[in-house]
């Protein structure tokens, strides 16, 4: 009973609709020319700002993965997934609980070096966050680093006192923990559930 009340809880959390919240869906898309400006568009007309956005190639061939980062309420973001699963060229749309999924970024920060100490001191800075130092000129490091974006924000706030030449991120991307998958949210998925259910 105690599981079924948690589970319960955790679905009143994810679509609590309180407050303008970052929100990030998960939509497969058909990998197109065009589809990415189509889904883009969808957030424009609807007055929403795109905060983040990462696209790549999946497992599967002719799919493409886009994480998508907003701000919005609960309830509009609720109705701009089932305005996504409507459109033809999209797989899937999800709306990933922030609590049950992996986020992480890749940033590029190129750093200006005048001298030896101060190379040497961007390297321990790098090491401390887990960074790499991926290009190394007599000017400059270029640092590579994973992670949240507190992370990334707190290196640049430290490599700020130096000169950072160059900041390049790509944008969150994002998976849910566990068995559960953007696949749970396909229209396949949902058609053989439907299925199941009537038979």
Not at 111 to 137: F, H, K, L, M
Not at 141 to 161: D, R
Request: charged share 25%; hydrophobic share 40%.
């Amino acid at each position: 009973m105690k599981e079924n009340t948690n589970i319960e809880q955790e679905k009143m959390d994810l679509y609590d609709d309180s407050e303008v919240a970052l929100r990030t869906l998960s939509v497969l898309v058909e990998n197109r020319p065009s589809v990415l400006s189509q889904v883009a568009r969808l957030f424009t007309r609807n007055g929403y700002n795109i905060e983040s956005i990462a696209a790549g190639a999946t497992h599967t061939e002719g799919m493409t993965r886009l994480t998508i980062e907003f701000m919005a309420t609960a309830r509009q973001t609720t109705l701009l997934v089932n305005q996504l699963a409507k459109m033809v060229t999209v797989h899937s749309a999800k709306q990933l609980n922030p609590a049950h999924c992996i986020r992480r970024e890749l940033a590029l920060f190129k750093v200006r070096v005048t001298s030896a100490d101060q190379r040497n001191e961007i390297i321990q800075i790098a090491n401390i966050y887990r960074g790499s130092i991926i290009d190394v000129s007599n000017e400059t490091l270029t640092v590579a680093v994973i992670g949240n974006e507190g992370k990334i924000s707190a290196l640049e706030e430290f490599l700020s006192s130096f000169e950072i030449i160059e900041l390049a991120r790509t944008g969150t991307l994002a998976m849910e923990r566990g068995k559960y998958s953007i696949n749970d949210a396909s229209k396949e998925h949902g058609e053989f559930e439907y299925g199941k259910s009537i038979l």
